[in-house]
């Protein structure tokens, strides 16, 4: 037998945890060692109780053979937690899949500045532009986009980064060979062809209510950071920010109207200091350093600007910063966003060491940067880190 079929086995045991998976594997070298073990050997893997190893005096492989005839029929690729070619970006998350199934070709992503777009299915017109927008730039300027290739936003943001010309992968909650939703058969194509579509349940899998939380995971696993383009008040996307903040990846959202249900997600991430995304290289040059061969700054905004703003041209040299007058007070600042601003300096700052430093309460603070980060007076950087964009006069 095939040391994949043993792979197989050990994913397709009912009532097996995946938690409980990665525990044998981490006990026993092989799925195969797992398969010959001795019951009692079983009994030591750490956190094992009797009755799930009693699951796995089942050694019946009729599933295994059948799944891999059908990647065979289907040209789906299988890898394994333990392959060369499984992203270690994924294997450390707290809990990878045991093995991902692949129609195209997956992008090498520890290489990658890969980012997440995700949002709400019942997305509004200004939410499927700020996707599609954000998708062309992040693709434009070098970036692998991942989405979860739903209907809504997910969609929106992988056309834009296809009409790019740019490497894409969705994760789904249902088999590679399986289209949800149905009107996304071409994009499926398209996105195999560019990239890869991903899942961790095997061909033939329809889709699932369980599966999609589960397997946001993957896409914020995946990915150095997470945008969330809309979202209401309870959203499938909230939960992929949610586990990218545990998983230490950056969380950057789009602002949308302080009255629109769709965005209250995204406003409330802001507010509790996920980063702007107005377009692709507010999130791109957080990691510009980390990748200076893959990322580029131009193409990032030739869609019109989401919010009206009039778009930087990025290929000029860097202008001098301008200067705003504290006295005059001509933008009608508060006190906390003076404050800030005579706090802050060129050098980002920590906004636990402003909130330290000026003695303003976490959420004043919080709400004030936002603030100042859309009027362009301070800039945001990694690690939620501040730096004053402007020159003060008294």
């Given amino acids: ?105 997956l992008p090498a992503f520890d290489d990658e500045a890969a980012v997440a777009v995700v949002g709400t299915r019942n997305c509004t017109p200004y939410g499927v532009s700020c996707a599609e927008k954000l998708g062309h730039g992040l693709a434009a300027g070098g970036a692998v986009v991942v989405s979860g290739l739903a209907r809504g936003i997910d969609s929106a943001a992988l056309r834009g980064a296809l009409r790019a010309g740019g490497t894409v992968a969705a994760v789904l909650g249902n088999g590679t060979d399986v289209i949800y939703p149905p009107e996304n058969q071409y994009l499926y194509e398209d996105v195999a062809a560019a990239g890869a579509l991903v899942s961790e349940y095997p061909p033939g899998t329809p889709p699932d209510g369980r599966h999609f939380p589960v397997r946001n995971r993957i896409i914020s696993g995946l990915s150095l950071a997470a945008l969330v383009v809309e979202a209401p008040e309870r959203s499938g996307a909230l939960i992929t920010a949610g586990t990218a903040l545990e998983q230490g990846r950056d969380v950057f959202a789009v602002p949308g109207p302080i009255d629109a249900p769709a965005s209250v997600g995204c406003n409330r991430l802001i507010r509790d200091g996920a980063g702007l995304a107005s377009d692709a290289w507010d999130i791109l040059r957080e990691y510009e350093a980390r990748f200076p061969d893959k990322l580029r700054r131009e193409g990032t905004q030739d869609s019109p600007p989401v919010l009206g703003y009039q778009a930087r041209q990025k290929t000029e040299p860097k202008p001098v910063a301008p200067s705003v007058s504290l006295s005059h007070n001509d933008l009608s600042l508060t006190d906390d966003q003076i404050c800030l601003l005579r706090t802050l300096t060129e ?34 950087h990694s690690g939620k880190r501040y730096a004053r964009a402007v020159n003060l006069t008294e």
């Fill in 347 to 380: 050098e980002p700052m920590l906004a636990d060491d402003l909130i330290e430093l000026t003695g303003i309460p976490t959420r004043r603070v919080l709400s004030a940067l936002t603030v100042l980060e859309i009027e362009h007076l301070v800039t945001q």
């Fill in 1 to 105: 037998m095939s040391a994949l079929k043993y792979w197989l086995w050990l994913t397709e045991l009912p009532g097996l945890t995946n938690q409980t998976r990665l525990a044998l594997l981490r006990h026993f070298p092989t799925p195969e060692d797992v398969y010959y073990a001795d019951p009692d050997e079983v009994l030591l893997t750490e956190g094992i109780t009797r009755e799930q190893a009693a699951l796995l005096e089942n050694k019946d492989c009729a599933a295994a053979d059948r799944i891999l005839a059908d990647c065979q029929r289907l040209d789906v690729d299988i890898l394994t937690l333990q392959d060369a070619g499984y992203p270690n970006r994924l294997r450390n998350i707290y809990d990878p899949p045991c093995l991902l199934y692949v129609r195209g070709r």
